[in-house]
C-alpha cells in the first residue's frame, strides 16, 4: 500500500506560511512588549506584511491573532509534554516531564507569553485558555492514581487535592522560567522533588 501523500498546493502552502509568520511575529510582540506593544502595526512591521493581509488571514484582528498564538503554544506543551512522558516511569519521572515541556516551552521567547499572562490579556484569552493545563492535571492524577493503586503512595491520599497542587507547581514553575529562562533545570527538579517526597512519606 502506497504511502505518498498528496503535497498541498502552492497557494495552500503560501498561505500557511504567511499564518505562521503571522503569529511568529505575535509571539515575539507578546514575549517581547506584551498585550499593549502588540498593536497590527507592530505585527505589520515584524512580520512585514500590511495591515490588510492580517485582517485577510485574521478577519478579528488583533485578539483573533492572540488567540490563535496561544492556541499554537498550547497544543505545542500538550504534544510535547505528552510525548516525554510516554518515555518515562512512575509518577516523578512522568509529572517532571509534562513540567519539562511547559516550562522548556515557557523559557523561549516566543513562548514567554505563555507561562507569565499578562492582566490585560487574560480577558482576550478566557474563552480558549485551560485546555492543556486540563489535560496536564488529568494526565497527573492518571500516574498518582497509579501509585496509589501499586501502594506507593498513601491509600487515604486526596487524589483531588495532590493533583491541584502539583498542577499549581507546573504553572507557578512556568510563570518563573518566563522571567528566568535558566531556571528551566531547578524548576523541574523542584517537580520532580515534590512528587518523589509524596511517594516518600510514611504511609497508615
Known amino acids: 500500500m502506497s504511502t505518498t501523500t498528496t503535497p498541498l ?29 502588540t498593536t497590527l502595526e507592530e505585527l505589520s512591521r515584524r512580520a512585514g506584511l500590511a495591515r490588510g493581509t492580517l485582517y485577510a488571514h485574521f478577519p ?23 510525548a516525554l512522558r510516554e518515555l518515562e516511569n512512575g509518577a516523578p519521572d512522568r509529572i517532571a516531564a509534562l513540567a519539562r515541556a511547559l516550562t522548556e516551552r515557557t523559557a523561549a521567547p516566543s513562548g514567554r507569553f505563555y507561562g507569565n499572562t499578562a492582566p490585560d490579556v487574560v480577558p482576550v484569552l478566557s474563552g480558549v485558555s485551560g485546555a492543556t493545563s486540563a489535560a496536564f492535571e488529568t494526565l497527573i ?7 496509589q493503586e501499586a501502594g506507593a503512595l498513601d ?29 528551566v533545570e531547578a524548576q523541574v527538579e523542584a517537580v520532580h522533588s515534590l512528587t518523589r517526597g509524596l511517594l516518600a512519606a510514611p504511609r497508615t
Open 141 to 147: 492524577r492518571e500516574d498518582l492514581a497509579a501509585e
Open 155 to 183: 491509600a487515604q491520599a486526596d487524589l483531588a487535592a495532590l493533583t491541584t497542587a502539583l498542577s499549581g507547581a507546573l504553572r507557578a514553575s512556568a510563570a518563573r522560567t518566563a522571567l528566568n529562562p535558566e531556571t
Open 9 to 37: 498546493p502552492l497557494r495552500e502552502r503560501n498561505r500557511l506560511r504567511t499564518r505562521g509568520d503571522i503569529l511568529d511575529a505575535a509571539a515575539e510582540a507578546l514575549g517581547t512588549g506584551g498585550y499593549a506593544a
Open 60 to 82: 478579528g484582528g488583533r485578539e483573533e491573532i492572540v488567540q490563535a498564538v496561544y492556541l499554537r503554544v498550547a497544543e505545542e506543551v500538550d504534544k510535547r509534554g505528552r
